[in-house]
């Protein structure tokens, strides 16, 4: 495994971007049933809806794809993503005080009921893009029965309780990058790590357990000197000032 390079792609098998495709079907079936030109006369809110819960699923897309070489990146674009869905909820919310409603309470039975059903996991395949469309739309139809089949009250506090179920993990997802970019460094700390770790300097001293010369090597708390035969010996010193 590449010691510079980060794993990247692999969205389709995370559940938040697999509920982000299941809001933006929903968001599109939901604007064209019920943002009328005679609300939306513009069709400016229509847009917006609709490209804010595009832009939750494709920012997903881009960041998996850029993370292999760009940590900071792929934070970004999460932040994105969840950010867009963000502002579809808020849409959402307003659609409903327009109509004279509010959003669902928690202990509302629909809520509970949606906030229960759980995900598949997908597989990937050598057939992927018909598989994994056969995988998410026989997901999406388990809520279907809120987004599709009663009024447009319930579709707009569905997709409310499924956008607050994605960026939940969208922001678990950012500590936890955020938590391996403090660690790990981006790819500049990495390669600079890779370069000190295959130089070997006239200077370098012999490990103290098996005398190899030792190389330069990093962890989360500095630069330390590590042997230069690790795995087999793992003998360290300990870096001063003057190396």
């Not at 832009?55 to 960041?63: P, V």
């Not at 357990?209 to 330390?224: E, I, L």
Request: aromatic letters at 10%; one cysteine or more.
């Amino acid at each position: 495994m590449s010691r510079i390079y980060n794993h990247s792609g692999g969205y389709r098998r995370l559940h938040a971007f697999n509920f982000a495709t299941i809001i933006h079907l929903g968001t599109i079936s939901f604007c064209k049933r019920y943002i009328t030109w005679k609300n939306d006369p513009l069709g400016k809110t229509l847009g917006q809806m609709i490209g804010a819960s595009r832009s939750g699923k494709q920012n997903i897309i881009e960041g998996s794809e850029r993370a292999k070489t760009s940590s900071e990146t792929e934070i970004k674009l999460t932040d994105v993503a969840k950010a867009s869905l963000s502002e579809l909820q808020g849409d959402l919310e307003d659609y409903l005080i327009q109509k004279g409603s509010i959003p669902w309470s928690i202990h509302e039975p629909d809520y509970r009921a949606i906030m229960a059903i759980m995900l598949g996991e997908f597989a990937y395949t050598d057939d992927l893009l018909h598989d994994y469309w056969t995988f998410l739309l026989a997901e999406k139809k388990k809520f279907d029965p809120w987004l599709e089949g009663r009024d447009d009250l319930t579709a707009a506090n569905a997709l409310i309780v499924l956008i607050q179920r994605t960026t939940g993990l969208l922001g678990r997802q950012l500590e936890q990058l955020e938590r391996a970019f403090v660690a790990q460094g981006g790819i500049k700390e990495k390669m600079f790590s890779a370069r000190m770790e295959a130089r070997i300097e006239p200077d370098t001293p012999g490990c103290p357990d098996c005398g190899t010369p030792m190389k330069r090597r990093q962890s989360a708390k500095g630069f330390f000197w590590g042997c230069g035969n690790y795995p087999q010996c793992k003998g360290i010193r300990q870096m001063t000032e003057n190396g």
